[in-house]
């Protein structure tokens, strides 16, 4: 009797507190927790999680994701729209697991979406083990084309280097430069480098979408590398308002926009400034020299020649007024006529001559007729 009571104390104490711990020890602490999703793109994402399958050989990993914002974050399929099967892992403890996705082969992700998504732990006993909702946002593709804080450039002006951008991208600029500022008679191209702020994407950029004003514009696709090619700077003057003591003057330039100076109309050549006190040399010294002598001849004909043949046929008439019959007086009165009206027909061929070689030159300021 005594031996069965102590077998059966024994028993007991062994229920109670052994068996109990050994059968502890031999079950498995399974872990499924869904982690941050990392290098989100506005096409496609990376996946994280911590897992532990408890050693067990068999059991499968996954992750499942979707854009649907009304699936049953408690079901295991229902109105999950994709799911990843990653290589069967097993451990004893946390291991981390990833998965990029879309997966080879399927639609890449929408950009500007929000997506949910889960890791799902499945035992090799059938148990599912799930870890909790996660969601991210894919960025949103840039949708504004018109790159705006770059100006056509400008005769002697400096070319400016950074965009201002918006609150889709940022970006700096390049000029196909030689010196310090912008030269008459050339193409610039302007290479413009965008950078898309946070939650935008140059993904899904179709080629040519970008646009500059008064340049055209080429970009790949998906790239935030533009070329805006603006046509040749053509900046020259168009003197009006001649009857005041200063005249008005326009540098224009080829993409329309001008810049209005003062010159004075004293002087021969009507050199004024061009954003910074342009000297009458340089670039523009073609163009200025044109002015020059377009401007020597109509001063030398019409501020000259007339007023002096004026005078002449004013002493000749007197001449011929006074002669009294004298035979030598006509005469000499007669040949200032004569003398008079060949040097105006001379400087008059002249100017003809001059203004048709500016012309051909390509001068197309020329006045006539002292207008």
């Known amino acids: 009797m005594k031996k069965i009571s102590k077998f059966f104390i024994a028993f007991l104490i062994l229920s109670i507190f052994v068996l109990p711990r050994i059968s502890l020890a031999q079950t498995p602490v399974l872990k499924a927790e869904t982690g941050d999703a990392t290098d989100i793109t506005g ?95 894919t960025f949103t593709t840039i949708n504004q084309p018109s790159i705006i804080g770059i100006s056509a450039p400008v005769a002697d002006t400096s070319p400016s280097t950074v965009l201002s951008g918006n609150e889709q991208y940022t970006g700096t600029i390049s ?16 290479t413009i480098t965008l950078a898309p702020t946070q939650g935008y994407t140059l993904e899904g950029i179709p080629a040519n979408f970008f646009k500059v004003d008064g340049a055209t514009t080429t970009n790949d696709a998906n790239s935030g590398v533009v070329k805006a090619v603006f046509p040749v700077i053509t ?23 001008g810049t209005t100076v003062t010159t004075d109309s004293k002087k021969l050549i ?11 040399d340089g670039a523009n010294g073609w163009g200025f020299l044109m002015t020059l002598i377009n401007n ?49 027909i001379i400087a008059v061929a002249a100017w003809l001559i001059v203004h048709a070689v500016l012309a051909i030159v390509g001068y197309t300021d020329a006045t006539y007729f002292g207008f």
């Open 43 to 137: 096409t496609s994402a990376t996946l994280n999680a911590v897992v532990n399958t408890g050693g067990d050989l068999n059991a499968n990993i996954s992750f499942q994701y979707t854009d649907n914002p009304n699936f049953d974050v408690n079901s295991i399929y229902d109105k999950v729209d994709h799911y990843i099967v990653i290589q069967n892992t097993s451990s004893n403890g946390d291991i981390s697991v990833s998965v990029d996705i879309p997966p080879i082969g399927q639609s890449p992700l929408a950009p500007g979406k929000t997506y949910h998504f889960r890791v799902r732990m499945m035992s090799s006993n059938g148990t599912f083990t799930l870890g909790q909702d996660n969601t991210f946002k």
């Open 296 to 344: 020597v001849v109509n001063f030398i004909l019409f501020r000259l020649l007339v007023p002096i043949a004026a005078i002449m046929f004013v002493y000749a008439g007197f001449e011929l007024l006074t002669a009294g019959g004298e035979t030598s007086k006509l005469t000499k009165a007669k040949k200032i006529f004569t003398n008079v009206v060949i040097g105006l």
């Open 175 to 190: 000029w196909n430069t030689i010196g310090d500022t912008f030269v008459s008679g050339i193409s610039y191209t302007a």
């Open 270 to 280: 009507p050199c004024g400034t061009v954003a910074n006190n342009t000297p009458c």
């Open 235 to 257: 900046s020259y003057y168009n003197l009006v308002d001649t009857n005041n003591s200063q005249n008005t003057a326009t540098t224009t330039n080829s993409s329309g926009s």
